[in-house]
């Protein structure tokens, strides 16, 4: 591996530090950590490069020069990356960068539709952050996240859609037929059609250790990575219908399950409870948290658990842990917009947006596309979506389709 060629100079409380590290991580772009109160050289370096002042984060780059206190919008210019777009108007506008958005900008480009795509870290989304995906169609060996990521960029590019990074959508407004986007750099931008694909985020315990052994042996994802356990032991934490039925998914493989339920009983629906309290290959425990993620080797060994009731703890011996707590769709740039969305902020879509058989405003002359949202000329696909099945084949199978969706409503407006 290479190394960094950039460096960021501060300390561990300087928020600044944080957001500008954040920043680059999000963006996938390598950099080397100094911190100024543990590295000496590194502290008088700071000093030297601003006359005697001791302002943190110095960021140094390749070419000799370095940044102070950059903005992100200062780090975005100096990084090259493309944040502003030709034109403020586009025949379409996909908001998100991951498997789904890049899928539909591709078609659209192929379908020749004026195509603008606005993402706020990298391309590729949470597939860029998952070491090797196993259960893409084409792929027998598997590939890299970062790789399909790539590969998927340049398939978009290569059909001449534009595409932003480093910009976050804030607002979306409908006038009429159009579709207003601001971004939080406070540009502004206008489509006839928009498509939501700004996917989600799954929800993590935010414990000790779990940021050390995500992807080694901590996992979010059975239908993935579910097959590497085979004749293992894994633990489940959850107690709702995703950590039931995940649960049952991954005993078709592994030796033995055991959910850890922070509840003294299931959320889940009756029906997949009775099938796990039926399957022999697993066990519940309840009143249980899950307190620290404990491995070696970089590999996860052990849970500690603490009984919520008894205040008593142990140490619990896994080779794999799921943690099925739900996932945060990221939509709250939605709230407040005519989009709907269901109580636990996923994009309504299609049949859904029928209320006891009454039609919407906007729908009184035709039936919404599978996948159109309540403001009509705005679609949305991916796991961001209610009851999409947060796959990365079944995201950009989405996106493809929203994309011919909107081929079709573009003829009509
Ligand atoms: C660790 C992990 C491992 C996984 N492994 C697998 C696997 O092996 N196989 C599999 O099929 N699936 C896997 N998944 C699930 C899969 O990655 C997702 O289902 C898929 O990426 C969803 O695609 P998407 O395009 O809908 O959303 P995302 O991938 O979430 O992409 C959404 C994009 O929108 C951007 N965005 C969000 N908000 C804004 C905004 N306001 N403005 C601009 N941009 C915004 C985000 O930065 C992101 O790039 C895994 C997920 C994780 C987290």
Known sequence: MQEPTITVYGAPWCPDCKRSKQFLGEHQIPYKWVDIEKDKAGEQFVIRTNKGKRIIPTISFADGSFLVEPSNAELAAKLKLKTTARRSHYDFIVLGGGPAGLTAALYAGREAIDTLLIERAAFGGQAAATERIENIPGFPDGIAGIEFSQRLRQQAE??????????????????NNYHCIR?????????????????????????????????????????????????????????????????????????HVTILVRGSH????????????????????????????????????????????????????VEGAFIFVGLTPNSRFLE??????????????????????????GYENRDPYLLECSAPGVFAAG????SSTKQVASAAGEGASAALMIRSYLKQV
């Open 158 to 175: 290569r059909w001449g859609v534009e595409l932003l990074e480093a910009q976050e959508v804030i607002g979306l407004y409908s006038h």
């Open 183 to 255: 971004t939080s750099e406070g540009q502004e931008y206008s489509a006839r059609s928009v498509l939501i694909t700004t996917g989600g985020r799954y929800k993590r315990l935010n414990i000790l250790g779990e940021e050390d052994y995500l992807g080694a042996g901590i996992h979010f994802c059975a239908a993935c990575d579910g097959p590497f356990y085979k004749n293992k032991r894994v633990a489940v934490v959850g107690g709702g219908n995703s950590a039931a039925e995940e649960s049952l998914f991954l005993a078709n493989y592994v030796d």
């Open 266 to 317: 299931f959320k889940a629906s009756q029906i997949i409870q009775d099938n796990v309290f039926a399957n022999p290959k697993i066990d519940v425990r309840w009143n249980i948290d899950v307190q620290e993620f404990l491995g070696e080797h970089s590999s996860l060994k052990k849970l500690r658990l603490r009984n919520n009731q008894t205040g008593e703890e142990e140490i619990m011996e």
């Open 336 to 361: 407040g917009s005519a989009i709907l969305l269901n109580q636990w902020g996923f994009v309504i879509t299609g049949h859904d947006l029928l209320h006891n058989g009454k039609r919407r405003a």
């Open 383 to 386: 796991d961001v979506r209610n």
